[in-house]
């Protein structure tokens, strides 16, 4: 990647660490599927995972939460062979959806979605892949206070619909470019609220709730999705019961190819072996999956199958499962915790590191992450707009005004869809301070999306997708997820510093296998003075052959 970050410092690194701003790369590329496989980049990963359903119960936007218990817990997992983990996002419904005494849901509290903001901030720092379970069987049992509220929620379509549109929807535009939401299981074991066990619902209405929300996290982001079940005889169509979760049984509900479950989850207890197999023991066919899709053991005890835990992760493995998920990984019940998990991954993980982090270890070189804007229209508020994705790294854009806002906007329609599904946006000003003295670059900002068709700069139309406020650096990279947008604006409010003016360029490169080739260099002011963007004698430093050579090998140049 021809991408170059300067920080004044003591120290010359000569390796690959996170530029400009840790927060904003992924540390974790995304999940997607690819026959029956959960894969990163196309390798296949294997969910060495657990449940960490909850701290305090209905953590998320309640007084008690406690980050800091997230992220001591979190910055565990890695360690001891664990990639991901399950949690609810509620746990009775009792706290941080707003739900009237009808069942309508207008939306979440503020505390709700800053607790989550905190979650997912965490887990993408620790490298900790999150199924988020929205809703649970619990929602809808007398023992809790909101469940008449629940009960009128899910047998009302209107109701379900504002769910969607003032939670659900928000939810995924929310959390859909942190690469940490790897899937959303939309509801905890729906089974026991159709028994008297959690009051009676009927199937079809759990049905319609799946095939509209499934559709709705389709639309509006590349998450996956799935459904905890319980029992496998809702899961499976052997037997009486056939599969409630089908494509078939939710498409009869609403006719949409987006009305679909991307994988399975289902659960196993030991109660279940007189009727069913042990899970991990046989395949997914086996145990009566529908093999097309991959398939998760969302719930397992974390005491074992009755043989130990790892020998449940290896042979899950072995038969051709795409994750397994003790209960759970901090002990919240009688199942087992931590002890029990963290011995069964730190076993399966040395046999198998390849497969718990395959896009790490594996990988003899990061992804290239080609520019992917060279040519393609540009727009700007003023200023000529080539100028800052041309091939010239000395050649900037200059926007000399007081009139705000000021923007810059690329038309990628032209770029082939897999190219700029996931982008890196990185802006440069080359101040010689990287900080603080910066002048006449962004200080307010935003990285926006847009579905128009290109040709034609759209006047309307704009999503943001990132926000940036008072930014004090000369150069930032964000990753963004481009999914389903023609067009990317970087739209500024404010300069840094006291100029009203701008100068910068701005690069776009495919990300879509992740953002590892990205490179921040630290020196003197000589090391500052020779990597700027600019040309020297005909080159830039990024275009040096011996340069590039010598920082893939991680040894010292002279």
Not at 262 to 277: G, I
Not at 296 to 313: H, I, Q, R
Not at 531 to 547: K, S, T
Request: charged content about 15%.
């Amino acid at each position: 990647m021809n991408y170059k970050t300067l920080a004044s410092g003591l120290l010359l690194a000569l390796g690959p660490v996170f530029a400009l701003c840790a927060d904003d790369l992924p540390l974790l590329p995304r999940i997607t599927i690819e026959g029956n496989q959960l894969v990163v980049g196309g390798r296949p990963i294997f969910m060495s995972g657990a449940n960490t359903p909850w701290n305090l119960w209905n953590d998320f936007g309640k007084s008690t939460f406690n980050p800091d218990w997230w992220d001591n817990h979190y910055s565990q997992f890695n360690a001891n062979g664990l990639n991901s983990s399950r949690v609810w996002i509620t746990c009775s419904g009792e706290v941080g959806i707003n739900i009237d005494s009808n069942g309508y849901v207008s939306g979440a509290t503020d505390k709700h979605w800053s607790d989550l903001d905190q979650l997912f901030q965490i887990a993408q720092a620790r490298g900790v892949y999150i199924m988020a379970t929205l809703l649970s069987f619990d929602h809808f049992d007398t023992h809790y206070s909101t469940w008449q509220r629940w009960r009128n929620w899910i047998n009302s379509d209107a109701n379900v619909d504002s769910y969607i549109a003032n939670y659900l929807i928000p939810f995924v535009q929310r959390y859909g470019n942190n690469t940490a939401l790897w899937s959303i299981d939309l509801i905890n074991e729906p089974d026991w609220a159709t028994t008297d066990e959690g009051g009676a619902i009927e199937w079809s209405r759990f049905q319609r709730f799946f095939a509209k929300a499934s559709k709705a996290i389709h639309e509006n982001s590349p998450t996956l999705v799935t459904v905890g079940i319980a029992v496998i005889k809702y899961n499976s169509d052997v037997g009486w019961m056939k599969n409630v979760v089908s494509d078939s049984a939710l498409r009869a509900q609403l006719d949409a190819p987006e009305a679909t479950l991307d994988f399975w989850s289902t659960h196993w207890y030991p109660w279940m072996e007189p009727y069913w197999s042990i899970p991990m023991y046989v395949t997914p066919s086996g145990f009566d999956l529908d093999a097309t899709k991959p398939s998760v053991l969302g719930e397992c005890p974390a005491y074992g199958s009755g043989d130990t835990l790892a020998g449940d992760f290896e042979s899950a493995y072995q038969n051709g499962w795409s994750g397994i998920m003790p209960w759970t990984s901090n002990g919240v019940d009688n199942n087992g915790g931590w002890t029990e998990v963290s011995a069964a991954s730190n076993a399966f993980v040395t046999n198998h590191r390849e497969a718990v982090f395959p896009n790490t270890d594996t990988h003899p070189a990061p992804h290239p992450m080609p520019v992917i804007i060279r040519g393609v229209p540009s727009f700007s508020s003023m200023g000529t707009a080539s100028q800052a994705n041309n091939s010239s790294y000395g050649d900037y854009l200059g926007m000399w005004s007081e009139q705000w806002p000021k923007w810059l906007a690329y038309d990628l329609s032209g770029v082939p869809e897999e190219q700029r599904s996931v982008v890196l946006l990185a802006w440069y000003n080359d101040s010689y301070p990287y900080f603080e003295s910066v002048i006449r670059a962004p200080g307010d900002y935003t990285i926006e999306g847009n579905a128009a068709d290109g040709g034609t700069l759209p006047a309307e139309g704009w999503v943001v997708l990132h926000t940036e406020e008072s930014n004090i650096f000369h150069s930032r990279q964000h990753v963004v997820d481009m999914t389903g947008y023609n067009w990317i604006r970087l739209h500024v409010t404010s300069s840094e510093g006291t100029s009203q003016n701008l100068i910068f360029n701005m690069d776009i490169h495919d990300a879509n296998l992740g953002a590892d080739d990205s490179w921040i260099f630290f020196g003197d002011s000589i090391t500052a003075g020779g990597m700027g963007q600019a040309e020297r004698g005909g080159q830039n430093f990024g275009d040096v052959p011996i340069l590039v050579k010598t920082l893939r090998g991680f040894q010292l140049a002279g």
